[in-house]
């Protein structure tokens, strides 16, 4: 960063407790854990430039009242011999960065100062799990910037907290009280897994063949996970119409093409899932500044006639796995071993799917503006991204907005998929897309839209 300062931001006199994790928090606290010195990777950053300068005096307050409202700008989380805990304190002080800009560099330094807080590892044990930056120019703030620890919040959280800072920003917005916080989500959650939920995670292990990547033969590669991203403006009205068709979502329309590109890939007729769910699915829950999210486990069947009937079927399960998608994290690892045990195999559930688009209050995706004069069958852009050598995901697929387009997030790993054939399905899934946009695509034929046919 250009010159930073800092600015210590007192608080004093608020309610404070010590409580388990929440079962979002938990199930990211071992997705960190696993990555244990690259924590960073899981750091959620957010800027905005304010469309008027406001007072350095002003943001501080904003800030402060900001922290005060929010158990979770002012909690640790601590690894113990019975797990981990968030401590909520009482009393306490955030340094703030201050950075010089000047405004025809702001946006540059924006994304620049953004990148750079987003690359250092929050330790939970010891800072606050949200860092606070403000772009300043001649006294006076003109953007701000924010890294957020994804064990403490998830993206819809964060998204909240930015938007709620920015509101106190205006000086016409008053901080609502936060009646339901981490605290009392963590006491919410303390009865434990629903029988119904347990039910039908039970149904679905049950329902599975051993592994979903049995067939799959490939070469290792350094890294080990190949990550590719497709940015394609096509594919925004082709899922649009394919939605509105069957009646469905565009998110379940995105889900089926994953699907399929995986289970031909297998040559399966339905594949295991996690997708990974907001669970905001409450007002309640969706004022809560906490990480929610965890994997909704889907079995997503190809279906017997054509693409469309995968889209339906894709969207009923995954509106029923999102039903069960609340349960301890542990509770599931002895569910899934004690079914593994008795049936003496063991469950891949490697696959992941993430609609990580911009949201509406309400959960609903926003979609982006359709480009005019742009072909409908004209190809996206694909770039190969740096790998990971490690990765808990051997099957990601991920769906982003980006302006009039869509990007698409492919992960694989090297053992199951070369970088050739990871490419040739991020393109399957465009060129599935496409064709299912235009009419019936028989089930028969997708292998060989998605390049599953292909070795």
């Not at 000086?171 to 009392?184: C, K, S």
């Not at 919410?188 to 897994?193: L, Q, T």
């Not at 069960?324 to 899934?336: C, I, K, M, N, V």
Request: hydrophobic share 45%; charged share 20%.
């Amino acid at each position: 960063m250009s010159d930073p300062t800092t600015i210590a931001v007192p608080f004093h006199g608020c309610t404070g407790g010590s409580v388990e994790l929440t079962w979002g928090q938990a199930n990211m606290w071992r997705a960190v854990e696993r990555f244990s010195g690259a924590a960073e990777l899981f750091n959620l950053p957010r800027w905005h430039l304010l469309s008027r300068p406001v007072p350095l005096a002003r943001a501080v307050r904003a800030i402060r009242g900001l922290v005060e409202n929010r158990q979770v700008l002012r909690t640790r989380f601590v690894a113990g011999a019975h797990g981990p805990r968030q401590y909520v304190t009482t009393d306490g002080t955030h340094q703030v960065a201050v950075v010089p800009v000047h405004r025809s560099q702001a946006r540059r330094t924006a994304i620049r100062t953004t990148a750079e807080l987003a690359t250092v590892r929050i330790d939970l044990a010891r800072d606050w799990p949200v860092r606070f930056c403000l772009l300043v120019q001649r006294h006076a703030v003109t953007g701000v910037v924010l890294v957020a620890s994804h064990v403490a919040l998830d993206g819809w959280a964060t998204d909240r907290l930015l938007a709620d800072l920015l509101g106190c920003l205006d000086g016409r917005h008053r901080l609502r009280p936060e009646r339901y916080g981490p605290i009392e989500h963590a006491h919410h959650e303390s009865v434990g897994i629903r029988s119904s939920t347990q039910a039908y995670l039970e149904k679905c292990l049950r329902s599975l063949r051993p592994s979903v990547f049995a067939t799959l033969a490939g070469e290792a590669d350094l890294p080990r996970f190949h990550a590719h991203t497709l940015r394609s403006t096509a594919i925004v009205a082709a899922a649009r119409t394919i939605a509105d068709r069957c009646r469905t979502s565009t998110a379940a329309v995105f889900l089926a093409a994953a699907a399929a590109a995986l289970a031909t890939s297998c040559a399966d007729r339905r594949v295991p899932i996690k997708i990974i769910t907001s669970n905001r699915f409450t007002p309640r829950y969706r004022s809560l500044a906490a990480a929610m999210a965890q994997d909704a486990l889907a079995v997503v069947p190809l279906g017997d006639t054509d693409f469309d009937e995968t889209v339906r079927l894709a969207y009923r399960s995954a509106t029923i796995a999102c039903c069960h998608s609340r349960y301890p994290p542990a509770e599931f690892d002895r569910l899934r071993t004690r079914i593994e045990a008795v049936s003496g195999a063991t469950f891949d559930l490697t696959a992941y799917f993430n609609d990580a688009r911009t949201m509406h209050p309400d959960g609903r995706p926003v979609e982006p503006p359709l480009r005019r004069g742009r072909s409908a069958g004209a190809a996206g852009v694909l770039t190969r991204l740096a790998g990971l050598d490690d990765n808990d995901m051997r099957f990601y697929v991920r769906i982003t907005s980006a302006g009039t387009a869509y990007d698409v997030l492919l992960v694989t790993d090297s053992h199951l998929f070369s970088a050739a054939r990871s490419e040739r399905l991020l393109r399957g899934i465009e060129s599935l897309l496409l064709a299912a946009a235009t009419g019936s695509v028989p089930v028969a034929r997708i292998a060989a839209l998605t390049g599953a046919a292909q070795p």
